[in-house]
């Protein structure tokens, strides 16, 4: 049996009463939650700006009579509200799905051959599409597979959340639950935040609502440790630009994201390509620039080039959606001929694919 007053982070956090939980179990009668919650005193989590949220795994006899995805939902709107953006597990499969098992497979039909990349089009033949399940897996990754999934989708971390319910105390029939949370490095697979909340409940109580209860409180603690988002408000675009010019080549601030395996933007490229666009409205000196794009070795040459044309094409096309009348853009898709790296790991393609930008006579 868990002690009801268990509470393994006692030594390294503050105890913050928690009157609103007292008070909200009055209504159930049956139930009492006389805890605290426990906070380590680690990195600050607002560092963290995108994280994927784990499924919350439970231990205990009562775990049956559970809404987990309500419990866990608690948690995610409150990382929301303390202004994390949650990668979602459809987005996170996708992504490692195409980065982690992907391979060139060739077709035959009528009309000769067709090589696409299988997880890529997420075609279902056994050895060749990589899938993970909802809220698992992300940190059991091979390492180049996990750094490249985080630069993808610019993952800072993952939040691991688990409850614990004890077997009744023989005397007052109370039940020891506790519900701890962990906020994980991505890239170096750290804690650097853990919280966790201890409750006690009556055997026959509706464990259902004083869990639910216990995320909602665990999600405030969340918020109240990011410091009001503890990110700067960022300068108006007129004002600062991080947007140069070296060499001919416009460096721009971050890379242009695509669905994998296609010429689909990522809405993640919006920002960026409107900050180019700005930029580039507010330039007197620039008239044409050459937008090129690059691929990885993976799939057959033509494949590579025509999807390297494609992507340049719809970012020429975001580009002039933006009002940008005087300036040209010539669109140039070099496939997978200038690599800056040798396509050697999956970390390495990452880096060749790319799109840039340079001044154009």
């Known amino acids: 049996m868990l002690n009801p007053r268990f509470s393994l982070l006692a030594p390294l956090g503050t105890a913050i009463a928690l009157a609103s939980v007292v008070g909200g179990c009055a209504a159930m009668q049956k139930a009492r939650l006389d805890d605290a919650i426990t906070v380590s005193p680690g990195s600050n989590p607002a560092d963290f700006r995108r994280v994927h949220a ?7 006899p009562l775990c049956g009579r559970l809404n987990e995805d309500q419990i866990q939902s608690t948690l995610e709107r409150g990382l929301t509200a303390a202004c994390y953006e949650v990668v979602s597990d459809d987005e996170l499969e996708r992504y490692a799905a195409h980065f982690a098992e992907r391979r060139a497979l060739t077709a035959t039909d009528g009309f000769g051959d067709i090589e696409f990349a299988g997880a890529a089009m997420e075609i279902d033949v056994p050895g060749f599409r990589f899938s993970m399940g909802a809220g698992t897996g992300f940190l059991d990754l091979e390492e180049d597979v996990r750094e490249v999934v985080i630069e993808e989708l610019d993952l800072n971390g993952v939040l691991t959340t688990k ?6 105390d023989s005397v007052t029939d109370f039940r ?29 109580a509706d464990v259902q609502q004083a869990t639910t209860m216990l995320a909602k409180e665990l999600a405030a603690a969340f918020k109240a440790r990011t410091n009001a988002c503890g990110a700067p408000t960022p300068p108006p675009a007129s004002a600062v630009s991080r947007i140069d010019v070296v060499d001919d080549q416009i460096v721009v601030p971050g890379r242009v994201y695509f669905e994998p395996g296609s010429a689909v933007l990522s809405n993640r490229s919006h920002a960026m390509l409107d900050e180019l666009a700005n930029y580039l409205a507010s330039s007197s000196s620039i008239r044409v620039v050459r937008i090129e794009g690059h691929t990885d070795d993976v799939g057959s040459e033509t494949f590579n080039q025509r999807l390297s044309e494609k992507r340049v094409a719809a970012v020429a096309a975001y580009l002039n959606s933006k009002g940008i009348g005087a300036v040209t853009f010539n669109e140039v898709g070099l ?23 340079f001044l154009s006579n």
Do not use: Y
């Not at 519900?179 to 804690?191: H, I, M, R």
């Open 335 to 357: 496939g997978e001929s200038k690599p800056v790296v040798p396509n050697r790991s999956e970390l390495d393609r990452s880096k060749n694919r790319r799109v840039e930008f």
């Open 54 to 60: 784990n499924s919350l795994t439970c231990d205990g």
């Open 176 to 204: 020891s639950m506790v519900l701890e949370a962990k906020l994980v490095d991505a890239g170096s697979k750290s804690t650097v935040w853990h919280a966790q909340l201890d409750g006690n409940v009556m055997e026959d």
């Open 163 to 168: 409850l614990m319910i004890g077997e009744p």
